[in-house]
């Protein structure tokens, strides 16, 4: 939905699906002068899968970006089936907001 391509079957299956991703991807808005990032996947998630992960800190990592990465291992897209991961995220955010703004 968020490429504005109807991502068929066959689409899927020549591999072009790559290039509409990565033109959704955040990777793509990383550079030296990104910002640190703080970052949470829920692994059982059905919008990003969490394969793209990778795309993105690698960009992080590739450009010096200081980063803090958290796996939801029973979370969706949303992470609240994790509470301990997610206060612990959360105490994280707090800590950035007062580090970096």
Avoid at 31 to 37: A, L
């Amino acid at each position: 939905m968020m490429t504005g391509v109807n991502i068929t079957e066959e689409i899927i299956k020549s591999g072009e699906y790559e290039k509409y991703v990565d033109m959704i991807s955040p990777a793509r808005l990383v550079n030296e002068n990104s910002v640190p990032t703080l970052l949470g996947y829920g692994l059982k998630d059905h919008l990003v899968p969490r394969e793209l992960k990778y795309k993105l800190v690698s960009a992080l990592e590739d450009n010096g970006v200081e980063y803090d990465y958290f796996e939801f291992p029973n979370c969706n897209h949303g992470m609240y089936r994790d509470l301990d991961m997610l206060k612990q995220f959360l105490e994280l955010s707090l800590e950035y907001c007062e580090r970096y703004f």
